[in-house]
Nanobody, 124 residues
């Protein structure tokens, strides 16, 4: 069982930046692919970014390419989502997810473990 805890959300003005963190309880976190997803009010949860368990593959949703960067620090059992040039349409609850030996899937179903989410609000 892997317990994931997101942090780093908050209120930011358009054009601003935030870095989300995902802390994992699993010491073998390096064996897990990490995905970030988001869910806006009234909408389904959708893919944002993912990194394979080896770290060699990353995928991004088109609207965040060039603005968001996914990274991980296996020594600290942490994953991150650096978000720059934020827009109001980025407002959502952001979730991290983990998949054992995953390959950066953009689908929700392969991910075995999910965090509780952190709210990101982009507004002036």
């Amino acid at each position: 069982q892997v317990h994931l805890v997101e942090s780093g959300g908050g209120l930011v003005q358009p054009g601003g930046s935030l870095r989300l963190s995902c802390a994992a309880s699993e010491r073998a976190f390096s064996n897990y692919a990490v995905g970030w997803f988001r869910q806006a009010p009234g909408n389904e949860r959708v893919f944002v970014a993912a990194m394979s368990w080896r770290g060699s593959t990353t995928n991004y949703e088109d609207s965040v390419k060039g603005r968001f960067t996914i990274s991980r620090d296996n020594a600290k059992n942490m994953a991150y989502l650096q978000m720059n040039s934020l827009k109001p349409e980025d407002t959502a609850v952001y979730y991290c997810a983990a998949e054992l030996f995953g390959f950066a899937s953009i689908q929700l179903s392969p991910y075995d473990y999910w965090g509780q989410g952190t709210q990101v609000t982009v507004s002036s």
